[in-house]
């Protein structure tokens, strides 16, 4: 978290300098000014095969968004923009599950569609079965 001190933050930070949660998490920060590179130039592109793996992909890039935001707000908790776009990115994360669980199954143990007789945790192919 000490890095996120060094981000300036007079109570609101454009949000126009960061990364797009896709970038952010190919390059593992969502704040290009901490961006280091390491041993490669250029991180490495993801290119889903397939429909279900696009979507696992935008739920991974969201969830790593929300989670560096949520370290920035740790150290910058009055800073609103960043807050605003942190629930933006929790909001279309958590539609994009939702989606994702109706077309292809749910993701979690904790998915509300599980408790239902019988146990359907296996019922559809894995994300790797390419089914």
Same mark, same amino acid.
């Given at each position: 978290?000490? +890095?996120?001190?060094?981000?300036? &933050?007079?109570?609101?930070? &454009? =949000?126009?300098?960061?990364?797009?949660?896709?970038?952010?998490?190919?390059?593992?920060? $969502?704040?290009?000014?901490?961006?280091?590179?390491?041993?490669?130039?250029?991180?490495?592109?993801?290119?889903?095969?397939?429909?279900?793996?696009? $979507?696992? =992909?935008?739920?991974?890039?969201? =969830?790593?968004?929300?989670?560096?935001?949520?370290?920035?707000?740790?150290?910058?908790? *009055? *800073?609103?923009? $960043?807050?605003?776009?942190?629930?933006? +990115?929790?909001?279309?994360?958590?539609?994009?599950?939702?989606?994702? *669980?109706?077309? +292809?199954?749910?993701?979690?143990?904790?998915? *509300? &569609?599980?408790? &239902?007789?019988?146990?359907?945790?296996?019922?559809?192919?894995?994300?790797?079965?390419?089914?």
């Amino acid at each position: 978290i000490n +890095y996120y001190k060094n981000l300036t &933050s007079k109570n609101q930070t &454009s =949000t126009d300098n960061l990364f797009d949660p896709y970038t952010g998490f190919i390059h593992g920060n $969502m704040f290009p000014e901490l961006y280091e590179p390491y041993k490669l130039p250029k991180p490495y592109d993801i290119q889903p095969l397939n429909e279900q793996a696009r $979507m696992l =992909t935008q739920i991974d890039a969201l =969830t790593f968004a929300t989670i560096d935001l949520g370290l920035y707000l740790d150290v910058h908790p *009055d *800073d609103r923009n $960043m807050l605003n776009l942190f629930n933006q +990115y929790r909001v279309q994360k958590n539609n994009l599950k939702k989606e994702y *669980d109706s077309k +292809y199954g749910p993701l979690l143990l904790s998915n *509300d &569609s599980l408790t &239902s007789y019988p146990w359907a945790w296996n019922d559809r192919p894995w994300p790797w079965e390419n089914k």
